[in-house]
């Protein structure tokens, strides 16, 4: 990290990072470590969730825009949280908490049952190789805790700029029961909330559609 990065983490993390209780590994989740959104917050708010933040550009983006619901940004890379609470603590910005952990254990284990109004997984890595695309994140699996965490007509919203990869969203998100598109045709509009990130600009410079989805819990 750079200078910024550790002294943002060593200053902001007490108030933004969120402490949680640990499995085997330095980002699990130990079962059972459930939050109260209400507590962690300080107030009852509509919560958006974005899984793999990154940088916090979208995150800290839709935090300030936002300033009546609570974000919670998802991400496993220590640097990466530590942007995101050095722009966040330069915007001010009280309604953004972060957890560093592994996005499945933080749906299941850390978010209560129906806790969620918005889901974002934005440009979340493609494992583009072929002996590699089983790590993907949205599976079967990540569909069923996506909708266990999401509210009733939630909203779950995706962006990729890798065309097989979209294929296979819209794929798993259409047989996932307890979810519906929320869009007509084939793809979904660009969501307007989400910042033009330097993930979305490199796809664009490489002549790759972006390709957005949304998806509804049902009541």
Request: aromatic share 6%.
């Given at each position: 990290m750079s200078e910024a990065q550790q002294r943002a983490w060593a200053e902001v993390s007490p108030r933004m990072l969120i402490?949680?209780?640990?499995d085997a590994a330095s980002t699990s989740i130990r079962e059972g470590s459930t939050i109260d959104p209400a507590a962690v917050w300080g107030r009852t708010a509509p919560l958006v969730v974005e899984i793999g933040s990154g940088q916090g550009h979208a995150i800290?983006?839709?935090a300030s825009a936002r300033p009546d619901a609570n974000f919670l940004a998802i991400e496993v890379f220590r640097a990466g949280l530590a942007r995101t609470m050095l722009d966040?603590?330069?915007a001010g910005l009280t309604n953004l908490r972060l957890v560093e952990g592994n996005a499945p254990e933080v749906l299941e284990y850390l978010l209560p049952s129906a806790s969620v109004d918005e889901l974002w997984v934005f440009f979340p890595d493609p494992w583009h190789k072929k002996k590699h695309t089983k790590r993907r994140l949205v599976t079967t699996e990540f569909a069923a805790l996506a909708a266990s965490v999401l509210r009733p007509d939630g909203v779950l919203?995706?962006?990729?700029d890798w065309q097989d990869y979209a294929d296979q969203m819209r794929s798993v998100?259409?047989?996932?029961?307890?979810v519906v598109r929320a869009f007509e045709g084939e793809w979904a509009e660009r969501?307007?909330?989400r910042?033009?990130?330097?993930?979305?600009?490199?796809g664009v410079r490489a002549g790759r559609?972006?390709?957005d989805l949304t998806y509804r819990r049902t009541p």
């Open positions: 402490p949680v209780e640990r800290v983006h839709g966040a603590d330069r919203r995706l962006a990729t998100m259409d047989a996932a029961p307890g969501y307007e909330g910042v033009l990130t330097a993930f979305e600009r490199k559609e972006i390709r």
